[in-house]
């Protein structure tokens, strides 16, 4: 599988951003997605988790309500919707397929795959 994230860009605090995360391989529609990111300087964090079907969300405790996170196995898709942006949400922006079917996981090293990153910049 390659994923390739997008979306990205420089936005005020308060606004909204898209994230979206394209994904090639057959076996997608069957692999647990996620977004992780990395501010400057901090460790790669858990944002979010979605299951293979869809049915099942989880969040980070500091995005829940602003952020969602969906899929489109048709397109073989994943989005980040990110509402209300704040400073702290500044970072490059990850997605990540877990191949292994372990569930809702937040550690890094559990996911298999790994798109490039885009950027996500919030101005105070």
């Known amino acids: 599988v390659q994923l390739q994230a997008s979306g990205g860009g420089l936005v005020q605090a308060g606004g909204s951003l898209r994230l979206s995360c394209a994904a090639s391989?057959?076996?997608?529609?069957?692999?647990?997605m996620a977004w992780f990111r990395q501010a400057p300087g901090q460790e790669r964090e858990f944002v979010a988790h979605?299951?293979?079907?869809?049915?099942?969300?989880n969040y980070e405790d500091s995005v829940k309500g602003r952020f969602t996170i969906s899929r489109d196995n048709a397109k073989k898709m994943v989005y980040l919707q990110m509402n209300s942006l704040k400073p702290e949400d500044t970072g490059v922006y990850y997605c990540?397929?877990?191949?292994?079917?372990?569930?809702?996981?937040?550690?890094?090293?559990?996911?298999?795959?790994w798109g490039q990153g885009t950027l996500v910049t919030v101005s105070s």
């Open positions: 391989g057959r076996a997608f529609s069957r692999y647990d």
């Open positions: 979605i299951s293979w079907s869809g049915v099942s969300t």
């Open positions: 990540a397929a877990d191949e292994d079917g372990l569930g809702y996981i937040r550690r890094d090293y559990e996911y298999d795959y």
